[in-house]
């Protein structure tokens, strides 16, 4: 039943009305909870854990000390692995590489003991998927947030070693990490004596060569191994046979470079932000048909046109003139302007709106945009980079993108839509990894939301296809051939 002391969303100022008649129906007074009504978005400067993710200040090691980086580092691993996977719990911390799984429940997972195997924490900053671009910035801008997550991280998972994967693109990236880690050795950070905390700790940048299907974690721990990228059968997990064998937690680059920030503020303050379920800040990279294109740390649950007005510049042509945006990367199903105008951004509401956080790369789409090329050309690339392993995943995506020409030039039946749904139902969930998935969803968000255009298009291409066959057929009738 709900309360007074229960804390609840606004989205905007004609949502919150709605809200509170809904309250007024389940009972209760609005004037018993206007106060407990709580807004999510416009983070301060003073709650950001990236002050320099633009790279206005120095990104060295002695620019990152000056910025609270490596304070006292010591002292959080003394407190011990547990007291760091309690914390990192109950801060609410879940996964920002794309699944959104609870980090401290996943970091204790690895055993309790050691059985004379090696633990190893892997570094996922494979970023590869269509619109994500927040890795990178860390990488680039705040590479030693990232070093030191590795220790605290590593520590809490009682690895010694952790393994930094990068994209085979990240050029630039590469070489500020490896740069970093350097640093962290010439300082007494990283090596035999971590941060003076009496055991080792070791740190190595590794790079890939731009396969997609290597950020899925025992793809990457193949390549890692100088194997062929392909995904691997689980069970077992990578927490009990991982990397060369040995328990391996492999994470993404922003859910450890987060967590040093989590343990010096507390794990209060962390969960204080979003929604319940939802904490934290998070980086979201704007793209698409906005006025200015970004990459920004925000508050989880940010009304999602919040923050594309916010910090974006707002659509290109005004809101009106928006058609849909994909909210979390390119994998993630397409939800139009009526959906995009109240949703929340995180997990659970973008959840609820059958579309998904992903990595938080919103990619806005105006009436300009074609949208039924637009999900065509991330067929193509589903299908350019299956690793072939899985026959619903090698032929399905093979077949969805053919499709999805077919629904591009309007050369098709009306019946075909429902073809390419079943198909793309057969391809979901019946793959080793979540590239089969990735394929699907967004030809499933297309035909969910805009399929009065793709049967225009089929219709329009038929008209047209009968014009031009009367206009043969009566050239012929008077047509001289002397």
């Keep these: 039943m709900l309360t007074a002391t229960r804390s609840l969303r606004l989205v905007n100022p004609r949502s919150s009305t709605l809200l509170l008649r809904s309250i007024a129906v389940r009972g209760l007074s609005s004037s018993a909870v206007e106060s407990h009504i709580k807004v999510h978005g416009g983070l301060s400067d003073a709650d ?3 002050t320099n993710i633009y790279g206005e200040y120095d990104i060295s090691v002695e620019g990152a000390l000056k910025r609270g980086d490596w304070y006292r580092t010591k002292d959080l691993l003394h407190l011990g692995r547990e007291w760091i996977i309690d914390q990192i719990k109950k801060s609410g911390l879940r996964g920002r590489g794309g699944a959104g799984f609870p980090s401290g429940l996943k970091w204790s997972f690895m055993p309790k003991s050691s059985d004379g195997r090696p633990h190893y924490l892997v570094v996922n900053a494979d970023e590869s998927e269509p619109g994500t671009c927040k890795d990178r910035e860390i990488m680039r801008h705040e590479p030693h947030k990232l070093v030191e997550g590795c220790v605290i991280a590593g520590t809490a998972m009682g690895a010694n070693h952790a393994y930094i994967y990068l994209r085979g693109e990240f050029w630039r990236e590469a070489q500020a990490m490896e740069k970093a880690v350097a640093e962290a050795y010439s300082k007494g950070l990283l090596g ?6 009496g055991f080792p700790f070791h740190v190595y940048v590794a790079r890939g060569a731009g396969a997609y299907i290597c950020g899925e974690e025992t793809g990457l721990i ?12 689980k069970p077992p997990f990578p927490a009990n046979v991982g990397l060369y064998g040995c328990p391996t937690t492999v994470t993404n ?3 450890v470079a987060v967590a040093p920030t989590i343990l010096r503020r507390g794990a209060d303050w962390f969960a204080g932000f979003g929604r319940q379920g939802n904490s934290g800040t998070k980086l979201y990279a704007i793209s698409g048909n906005v006025k200015n294109p970004i990459t920004v740390e925000e508050e989880m649950s ?15 042509g005004g809101w009106d003139n928006l058609q849909g945006i994909i909210p979390g990367g390119s994998s993630v199903p397409v939800i139009p302007k009526d959906i995009c105008s109240d949703v929340l951004m995180d997990f659970d509401d973008l959840k609820r709106v059958q579309s998904g956080l ?5 990619t806005v789409m105006d009436n300009s945009i074609d949208m039924i090329k637009a999900i065509a050309r991330l067929s193509y690339f589903y299908k350019h980079e299956s690793c072939g392993q899985c026959t619903p995943c090698r032929e399905g ?20 839509i429902d073809m390419l749904n079943e198909l793309t139902h057969e391809i979901e969930g019946h793959t080793i990894c979540a590239l089969g998935d990735a394929a699907a969803w967004p030809v499933q968000g297309l035909i969910r939301h805009f399929r009065p255009q793709m049967e225009e298009r089929i219709r329009s291409f038929k008209a047209a296809k009968e014009i031009g066959q ?3 057929e009566g050239e012929k009738q008077f047509s001289y051939d002397p």
């Design 192 to 197: 035999d004596n971590a941060c003076g905390a």
């Design 302 to 316: 940010i009304p999602l046109k919040d923050l594309i007005e916010m910090h974006a510049g707002g659509v290109v």
């Design 358 to 362: 992903g990595t938080a790369a919103v």
């Design 397 to 416: 995506t093979t077949w969805l993108y053919k499709m999805m020409k077919r629904m591009e030039s309007g050369e098709a039946e009306l019946e075909e």
């Design 48 to 50: 950001r854990i990236f």
């Design 470 to 472: 009367e206009s043969k």
């Design 253 to 255: 680059v922003e859910t």
């Design 222 to 233: 193949e390549s890692l191994e100088g194997n062929t990228g392909k995904p691997r059968l």
